[in-house]
């Protein structure tokens, strides 16, 4: 007999139908089963929770490399969140894409940490090296933390293998405040990313969520407009101002999406220059000059394409994909269990993934609820398609 048909009267294909019309097509729970017993299957709503959502290891393990494969392939990740339920809490999807791969996991934090914690991907340990202590400073953490750490990295105590190991090293230091923890444990845990070879010339491209402003920080240029539409006006002078002001900065969207295609120095520092030009204020206006003030300031993040040219302008791949998140918590609102919850972030990211690499998500399904293992395992078919891409 075979593995899957073990312990069950209910078939391979049968069981890839109900995963495929539940996180492919969004089909509730009470509708699969309407329509099963329609077709003449013998089957209890009970059945079909189990098939969603119990003994899917294989599937689990398989999404794990999806983050992996990627931070390795890709030189930008983009990022967004959203709210999501979980056992009648609120939570929130962390989805983190690039052209290659999408991944989904819930939390019940927004926090930088929690980010770092979901880029660090299952790993325990914290790191205390030049990239942590690079952060630190950069943070404008007091002196006095920074050569705590600066004299525990001195003296070789470089790494904690847990939480509870770095909470007894912050007692034994004296280090109680909030921010210092908070920051301090930031920088520790861009330190394992580094030390596991993250490469921190990675461009985090985000609509500008403050928890997302690590290593090279990029911004969607359709978020950071916002301001700019949602600013009133008050007389004529000052909406020829605004419309002014609003038709350079889609102008100089426009030239630097072109510069993606030839990028050259001369051009970059042309547009930069634009850029400054753009963000002069003007007069008897003052709600628009604090904004233009607002976007001088995040310069350098709106301009990294400049200096690396295939990264995004926007924001829209993140939200598309995290659309299919969106759709999910309407129709089922959330989930009650913690497998229905690694469940609902596993078959989303794998179909998102699938879709991404040309992969029928059914075929996928089918095959590996057989135990085929026909189709490739998806991280090297990633790796394929990079290659490709650079070829």
Not at 90 to 114: A, P, W
Not at 145 to 171: A, N, P, V, W
Request: charged letters at 25%; one cysteine or more; glycine letters at 4%.
């Amino acid at each position: 007999m075979a593995d899957h048909l073990k312990n069950t009267h209910l078939g391979a294909d049968l069981k890839a139908y109900i995963i495929h019309q539940y996180y492919h097509c969004s089909v509730t729970q009470p509708l699969i089963l309407s329509s099963l017993r329609d077709f003449g299957v013998d089957i209890s709503s009970g059945q079909i929770s189990a098939i969603l959502t119990e003994n899917k290891e294989a599937f689990h393990r398989e999404k794990t490399t999806l983050l992996s494969k990627g931070i390795e392939l890709t030189e930008e990740l983009r990022t967004d969140d959203t709210g999501a339920r979980h056992k009648f809490k609120n939570g929130f999807c962390n989805c983190i894409n690039s052209d290659l791969f999408t991944y989904f996991t819930t939390t019940f934090s927004k926090s930088r940490i929690n980010f770092l914690e979901i880029l660090r991907h299952q790993r325990s340990d914290y790191h205390i090296n030049e990239a942590s202590l690079s952060y630190v400073e950069n943070e404008g953490l007091p002196p006095g933390y920074c050569q705590i750490l600066k004299q525990s990295y001195e003296e070789g105590r470089r790494i904690f293998k847990d939480k509870k190991t770095l909470e007894h090293y912050y007692k034994t230091k004296g280090i109680t405040a909030k921010y210092a923890i908070k920051h301090i444990t930031e920088a520790l845990l861009i330190g394992t990313m580094v030390e596991h070879g993250f490469d921190p010339n990675t461009v985090i491209h985000s609509d500008g969520a403050g928890q997302f402003n690590i290593f090279i920080h990029s911004l969607c240029w359709k978020h950071a407009e916002r301001r700019l539409v949602e600013l009133k006006y008050y007389n004529p002078v000052q909406q020829k101002q605004l419309d002014s002001k609003k038709a350079k900065y889609w102008l100089l969207y426009q030239q630097l999406k072109l510069y993606k295609e030839k990028p050259d120095k001369k051009t970059a520092l042309h547009l930069s220059q634009k850029f400054d030009q753009m963000c002069e204020p003007v007069a008897d206006f003052g709600a628009l000059n604090h904004v233009l003030n607002d976007l001088k300031k995040k310069k350098d993040q709106l301009l990294v394409v400049l200096n690396r040219p295939n990264t995004s302008l926007h924001n829209n791949d993140s939200e598309r994909d995290i659309r299919e998140y969106v759709k999910r918590r309407k129709i089922s609102a959330g989930t009650r269990s913690e497998n229905g919850r690694t469940a609902r972030d596993t078959f989303l990211s794998l179909k998102k993934t699938c879709q991404k690499l040309d992969i029928s998500f059914w075929e996928y399904l089918k095959d590996r609820v057989k135990g085929s293992y026909l189709i490739p395992p998806i991280s090297q078919t990633m790796v394929q398609k990079h290659q490709l891409a650079f070829a």
